[in-house]
């Protein structure tokens, strides 16, 4: 069973950093493309960034862009993305879900979440001014 599950998230002053990982398992292939979204109350769900895992493009959204970097970690039966949040900002505050669609690479319609048919259970990120 495909499963996603976040954590890493947490509370941080602004300018601070904090690491969210997504630990991936049950793919078939290691070849995943993974997302990160955010939401924040009262906001519409946005793309963060997107990753395929074991080599391809990597996409940020250009409000994260110089701050955020992903990087992979790639186990026999699990895939882990991590998403390295630096230079916080209090706009940054939101619940994060992971999401994932195995054997497709990362496009420039990253962003759309229907492109992916997996999610995590989010993860809360905080960030006080």
């Known amino acids: 069973q495909v499963q996603l599950v976040e954590s890493g998230g947490g509370s941080v002053q602004a300018g601070g950093s904090l690491r969210l990982s997504c630990a991936a398992s049950g793919y078939t292939w290691n070849k995943i493309c993974m997302a990160w979204f955010r939401q924040a109350p009262g906001k519409e769900r946005e793309g963060v960034g997107s990753?395929?895992?074991?080599?391809?493009?990597?996409?940020?959204a250009d409000s994260v862009k110089g701050r955020f970097i992903f990087s992979e970690d790639i186990a026999e039966n699990t895939v882990t993305v991590y998403l390295q949040m630096n230079s916080l900002e209090p706009e940054d505050a939101a619940m994060y879900y992971c999401a994932a669609i195995e054997g497709r690479a990362c496009s420039l319609s990253w962003a759309d979440a229907r492109r992916y048919n997996v999610w995590g259970q989010g993860t809360q990120v905080t960030v006080s001014s």
């Open positions: 990753t395929y895992t074991g080599g391809g493009n990597t996409y940020y």
